[in-house]
T-cell receptor, first 113, second 114 residues
Framework: EAQVTQNPRYLITVTGKKLTVTCSQNMNHEYMSWYRQDPGLGLRQIYYSMNVEVTDKGDVPEGYKVSRKEKRNFPLILESPSPNQTSLYFC????????????FGEGSRLTVL | DQQVKQNSPSLSVQEGRISILNCDYTNSMFDYFLWYKKYPAEGPTFLISISSIKDKNEDGRFTVFLNKSAKHLSLHIVPSQPGDSAVYFCAASAESNSGYALNFGKGTSLLVTP
């Protein structure tokens, strides 16, 4: 089954404790990206990657890092989480680098105390 | 700066009737538009898209209309069914330094009542 898998789905952590949200896709997609969804703000792109070892900032990259060492994986790293990073995070991938529909994971709800 | 706007946070429609969800955009460079549907505790799922060279695209009960001069698109669902109750996001993209990043609206919550 074609899917984008994120882990963990739910996490409560404390300020400053590094965490990683993993994302894996099994569709051989070149393009992957991370979004966060906040009430009243919709979905905003954090980082994206057009291919292995190629990553770039989206609209709200502050406080986040990513890496793309393999085509299927695109982890989101919060080196020193803060309460304003409490949000619902979605990983997504798509076939084409420039166009095509995005396939989303089920989301990771992160709470930073 | 919100480039894609969905000005109706919610919409309630009776089963069997037409649901019309609206979306406006400000960036004239957008050339690809999509609608996504989201149920609680799930990721958004792709519904339908339209390229700027068209003004209409249809897929079963779902039709998207694009009015480029007005920078407006709409999603029509006919007939509406209770299972259509979800949050609908409009999204738009344009080739840019960020690649074809999708710019999303804030969403419209549709409730279809029996």
């Amino acid at each position: 089954e074609a899917q984008v898998t994120q882990n963990p789905r739910y996490l409560i952590t404390v300020t400053g404790k590094k965490l990683t949200v993993t994302c894996s896709q099994n569709m051989n997609h070149e393009y992957m990206s991370w979004y966060r969804q906040d009430p009243g703000l919709g979905l905003r792109q954090i980082y994206y990657s057009m291919n292995v070892e190629v990553t770039d900032k989206g609209d709200v990259p502050e406080g986040y890092k990513v890496s793309r060492k393999e085509k299927r994986n695109f982890p989101l790293i919060l080196e020193s989480p803060s309460p304003n990073q409490t949000s619902l995070y979605f990983c997504a991938s798509r076939t084409g680098v420039w166009t095509g529909e995005l396939f989303f994971g089920e989301g990771s709800r992160l709470t930073v105390l | 700066d919100q480039q894609v706007k969905q000005n109706s946070p919610s919409l309630s429609v009776q089963e069997g009737r037409i649901s019309i969800l609206n979306c406006d955009y400000t960036n004239s460079m957008f050339d690809y538009f999509l609608w996504y549907k989201k149920y609680p505790a799930e990721g958004p799922t792709f519904l339908i898209s339209i390229s700027s060279i068209k003004d209409k695209n249809e897929d079963g009960r779902f039709t998207v209309f694009l009015n480029k001069s007005a920078k407006h698109l709409s999603l029509h669902i006919v007939p509406s069914q209770p299972g259509d109750s979800a949050v609908y996001f409009c999204a738009a993209s344009a080739e840019s330094n960020s690649g074809y990043a999708l710019n999303f609206g804030k969403g419209t919550s549709l409730l279809v009542t029996p």
